[in-house]
């Protein structure tokens, strides 16, 4: 059997004193203090945020450390920001006010944007100093660019007294300033589920968010209690969000809502009407039957969400698995983001006595999640591990998925 990757997370206090000491060895000198927020991993409800449906995803245990100290206003160079990251070369450096779409390349985009945001929401933010130090495994699908905004957001919230990191109204305004900054200076047209997720989660619960209005749920979630786990399979297939395909599934959903009169998808309550519609009144050229199957898995999604809600309050975890299934299918067949990474990762699971699994996040490569009882974690892990070996793509790697905390301050 080929050996088995585990990706640790590191302790609140070992991701500090990581973030601290890449810090002195910078700038040499103190932060401010480190601040940290969770990558995510959607239990289900994908590519419905943009389009006002529910998901439900849980804050991981791996986490994304910013040592921050702020710029005085009374500094000579106030509005000066430095930037740079354990896992990057080099020490990014700039002016806030010259921050603009297209303006920053690279990670630093997620950091400044940031500031750049918070600033055009109306809050008095100046220059900083940040190293950047991650556990959340890179590129995985697993939101480290969510975690990174939404760890600089909290740092930038309590160095300058915003008052926003102290309760939820004030974190869906972080989140709002995170999003814009992926959106408009990163250039990742995201819809707002990560940030959330990043922000808004609480330990223990999986966070059910209705991204019609933006308001929440907190969902109990004790797998181990329950005798299962949760195992995250990061297929290492490179994922990429800023390409063309995940714009282009926004706006197949944003024409189809079009074309039937509606503002977002979540809006249709009759499917079989809705999808009878389309061949009427899509403009002339369009694949109706592309977009049938657009519309067909993110009306479902929403529907799986509701069903796993019910049965989490009734406390039938196991049925869930199925549910998951059912979703990568969806997600494979109608809405065509799965790769052949993810389906091999979530049926070699299956096959070894998983409940259940799905890809997870934007897909086109990245993660898959597998529900399992606890005892068999080893053994589905070594089995997809195996499957992988002889099929040939790189070797994946894997974490247990447990719901931690929010971003706030870590030291
Ligand atoms: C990515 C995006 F960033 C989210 O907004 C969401 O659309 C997800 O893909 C799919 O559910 O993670």
């Not at 005085?72 to 070369?89: K, M, N, Y």
């Not at 130090?133 to 939404?150: F, M, N, Q, T």
């Amino acid at each position: 059997h080929p050996a088995v990757e585990m990706l640790p997370a590191w302790s609140q206090a070992e991701g500090a004193a990581r973030a601290a000491a890449a810090f002195r060895e910078r700038f040499g000198t103190e932060p401010d203090g480190v601040w940290s927020a969770p990558g995510r991993v959607n239990v289900i409800g994908e590519h419905t945020d943009y389009n006002g449906g529910l998901c439900l995803p849980i804050a991981l245990p791996h986490r994304t450390y910013v040592a921050l100290a702020s710029r005085a206003a009374t500094d000579g160079d106030p509005d000066r920001v430095r930037l740079a990251s354990a896992q990057e070369q080099g020490t990014w450096e700039g002016q806030i006010a010259d921050v603009a779409p297209g303006s920053v390349q690279g990670w630093a985009a997620y950091a400044v944007g940031v500031a750049w945001a918070l600033r055009e929401a109306g809050h008095a933010v100046h220059g900083f100093d940040a190293v950047v130090d991650s556990c959340v495994p890179y590129g995985a699908g697993l939101s480290s660019s969510a975690a990174l905004e939404c760890a600089v957001a909290v740092a930038l919230d309590e160095v300058h007294a915003l008052g926003l990191g102290g309760d939820d109204a004030g974190r869906a305004r972080l989140a709002a300033a995170c999003i814009r900054a992926e959106n408009e200076i990163a250039g990742a047209p995201t819809g707002g589920m990560d940030q959330a997720a990043s922000l808004r989660c609480t330990q223990g619960h999986a966070l059910l968010l209705d991204n019609r209005d933006g308001s929440t749920r907190h969902i109990p979630l004790d797998l181990a209690e329950h005798g299962l786990a949760l195992l995250v399979v990061d297929t290492r297939a490179p994922h990429q969000l800023a390409d063309g395909q995940y714009a282009a599934r926004r706006a197949q959903c944003h024409a189809a809502a079009e074309a039937l009169g509606l503002e977002t998808l979540r809006e249709v309550e009759d499917l079989d009407a809705a999808l009878e519609r389309l061949a009427g009144t899509l403009p002339g050229g369009t694949d109706v039957d592309v977009i049938r199957r657009r519309v067909h898995h993110v009306v479902t999604d929403t529907r799986r969400v509701e069903l796993v809600e019910r049965l989490l309050d009734a406390d039938d975890v196991e049925a869930v698995g199925p549910v998951l299934t059912e979703a990568h299918a969806s997600l494979r067949d109608d809405y065509e983001v799965s790769v052949r990474e993810l389906d091999l990762a979530v049926e070699s699971a299956v096959a070894a006595g998983a409940l259940g699994g799905r890809m997870v996040g934007g897909g086109f490569g990245g993660s898959a999640v597998a529900l399992v009882r606890a005892e068999d974690v080893e053994a589905v892990a070594t089995a997809v591990a195996t499957a992988f070996a002889e099929a040939g793509p790189a070797a994946p790697a894997f974490l247990v998925a447990t719901a931690e905390a929010p971003a706030g301050r870590s030291a």
